[in-house]
């Protein structure tokens, strides 16, 4: 048997399993292992941690524990400069999402916002998986087991349950701010919208709808139609805020 004290920072706490909520801790481990698979029996998943100090000393996911360490991890920081080699978490230079069957709502919003956003209600693991990696997007996901596959480089758990504060994390966790296209994408499918002359769609239109609009924008891939109307001002208005 070996021993290592381990402290968490920031909200990486809220992440912690049972047992482990009183830092620094002390963690009994039957031999020799990883840093990655350490903090992971803690319950934070490797792609939440942005720098991990090692008695001190910067160390990556592969560092070996042996005993006796004391090992601190940081969560991802936004504004604090670190040395880019010291740091496990980087800002991805696209901006393509993929988020799990119960983040539909967060889905919405970032396609809302602009944000290329895959999303299906019926995906597995294994086809998240999959498609996060053949199509190298972002994986969003409440599931921390998911996100503790090693295969997973890009990921962030956000941590509310409501859809408006989850939007307010991913955007400032990958820095999104300055990157909005609000209404550029469909909602519904992630279709990039196009401008479309009235008069091509003015037989779906309500009566008030053709006398109060006369810009609009269609979605190619299912057909919907869209344009500035009372829907955009019932949004949440958090979620308006980082619209405009």
């Known amino acids: 048997m070996i021993s290592v004290t381990?402290?968490?920072y920031g909200d990486l706490n809220e992440l912690l399993f049972t047992g482990c909520e009183e830092t620094p801790f002390r963690r009994r481990l039957p031999g020799t292992t990883s840093v990655k698979d350490l903090i992971e029996g803690c319950g934070v998943p490797h792609t939440e941690v942005d720098l991990i100090l090692i008695d001190g000393e910067p160390?990556?996911?592969t560092r070996l524990i042996r005993g006796g360490e004391y090992v601190s991890v940081y969560p991802f920081f936004d504004s604090m400069p670190l040395p880019e080699a010291d740091r496990l978490q980087q800002v991805p230079s696209h901006s393509r999402f993929l988020a799990d069957v119960?983040?539909?709502k967060l889905s919405r919003y970032l396609r809302m916002a602009?944000?290329?956003?895959?999303?299906?209600?019926?995906?597995?693991?294994?086809?998240?998986?999959?498609?996060?990696?053949e199509e190298l997007r972002v994986l969003l996901t409440r599931d921390r087991k998911l996100l503790m596959h090693k295969v997973v480089d890009q990921g962030y758990l956000p941590r509310?349950?409501?859809?408006?504060?989850?939007?307010l994390e991913v955007m400032?966790?990958?820095d999104l701010f300055e990157k909005v296209k609000p209404f550029s994408r469909?909602?519904?499918?992630?279709?990039?919208?196009q401008e479309v002359p009235k008069e091509e769609i003015i037989d779906r239109l309500e009566p008030l709808t053709k006398r109060h609009f006369d810009r609009f924008s269609q979605c190619p891939g299912c057909g919907q139609v869209y344009w500035a109307g009372s829907h955009r001002r019932r949004l949440d208005p958090?979620?308006?805020k980082v619209l405009n």
Do not use: K, W
């Open 238 to 240: 958090r979620v308006r």
């Open 114 to 133: 602009g944000f290329d956003t895959a999303y299906r209600n019926d995906a597995g693991d294994a086809d998240l998986i999959e498609q996060m990696q």
């Open 6 to 8: 381990l402290r968490f």
């Open 186 to 193: 469909c909602p519904h499918c992630n279709g990039v919208l």
């Open 59 to 61: 160390a990556d996911f």
């Open 102 to 104: 119960n983040l539909g």
């Open 160 to 167: 509310s349950d409501d859809p408006a504060e989850q939007l």
């Open 172 to 174: 400032r966790r990958f």
